[in-house]
């Protein structure tokens, strides 16, 4: 069996999510894409365990930048993408797509999505139905595509689509609310949406992340995995642009999400309202504001303040 503890990393900037996983029978225990590392030591000591491996899913400093120090500490070797090891730190195990890495007795099979990045991995421990997704799906939104195409991305989430429903995913980050508005709209507020909002609002309440949901329940509520044909995907990918509220039905559904805590204080990086420029959300991630100026309305303020 597999154990999973998420660890929240550069909290109120970019919430990463590091992810310290332990093979029951083995004991032998990984890191998966540390951020930072001293939040990860701190959750190794509060486990009392020294991980032997660091999983990166790609090689962008937020998923890499606790490597060394953490490699360092524990003697630990860097697994990655094969391709990746040129531009990955200290890197000592390259990894095949279609091929698989072993922790003792959980083993992962590796997932090529490159899209977001060339060369970004998935982590896919089949028998424990667990899913780590890093920067290509996360709840209710996908990662930005960086060095792939449209086409890449369409055919990576076809991939994770193509996973069993029972699967649990574990996503690089905590980008949940800044999915949940055009989620809300594009699934015109129905059950499935709202029962979504409710059980992430619970969990981020008590302090969790919203991760682990169901891929069935992702492909229910995500934008991204609801479409069916890349041409729809492509039209799509300027969901944000076109998207106009429609009414007060979206506006009040919304609002009754927007009240969810964060993990912790509101971000400095703000987002602000397009009619009078006040700051109209407590938080938004860089690579996402575009989208939530977009879909802000005129008085969002005033219920956010
Ligand atoms: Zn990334
Ligand atoms: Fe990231």
């Known amino acids: 069996m597999l154990e999973v503890y998420p ?3 550069r909290p109120d900037y970019m919430d990463n999510y590091a992810y310290i996983i332990i093979d029951s029978a083995s004991k032998l225990a990984a890191v998966i894409d540390p951020s930072e590392a001293a939040p990860v030591i701190k959750k190794c000591n509060d486990l009392g365990i020294k991980p032997q491996y660091i999983l990166n899913t790609h090689h962008h400093f937020d998923h890499v930048d606790g490597n060394i120090e953490l490699k360092n500490k524990y003697n630990a070797q860097i697994a990655c993408n094969s ?8 890197a000592d195990i390259g990894l095949e797509a279609g091929k698989t ?4 007795e959980s083993v992962a099979e590796i997932i090529d ?3 977001h990045t060339i060369g970004h991995i998935l982590y896919y421990f089949k028998s424990d139905k667990i899913l780590f997704t890093g920067d290509t799906l996360f709840n209710l939104c996908i990662g930005g595509i960086f060095e792939g195409t449209a086409e890449q991305m369409f055919a990576a989430l076809q991939k994770i689509k193509s996973l069993p429903d029972d699967t649990l995913f574990y996503p690089g980050h905590e980008y949940t609310m800044g999915g949940a508005r055009f989620a809300f709209a594009y699934n015109h507020g129905n059950e499935d949406i709202q029962k979504y909002l409710t059980q992430a609002r619970e969990r981020l309440s008590s302090g969790l992340p919203v991760a682990p949901m169901s891929l069935g329940e992702e492909k229910k509520c995500n934008p991204y995995l609801e479409v069916s044909t890349l041409a729809e995907f492509k039209s799509n990918w300027g969901f944000y642009s076109s998207y106009k509220p429609n009414g007060l039905t979206t506006l009040v559904g919304v609002e009754r999400y927007l009240t969810i805590p964060w993990h912790s204080a509101p971000s400095k990086l703000g987002v602000f309202c397009k009619a009078c420029n006040k700051k109209a959300l407590p938080k938004a991630e860089p690579f996402y504001l575009y989208q939530i100026r977009t879909i802000c309305f005129p008085n969002l303020h005033r219920f956010l303040d």
């Open 7 to 9: 660890v929240l990393c």
């Open 83 to 90: 391709a990746d090891m040129h531009r990955i730190e200290g």
């Open 101 to 104: 890495f072993s922790l003792g």
């Open 113 to 115: 999505v490159s899209a």
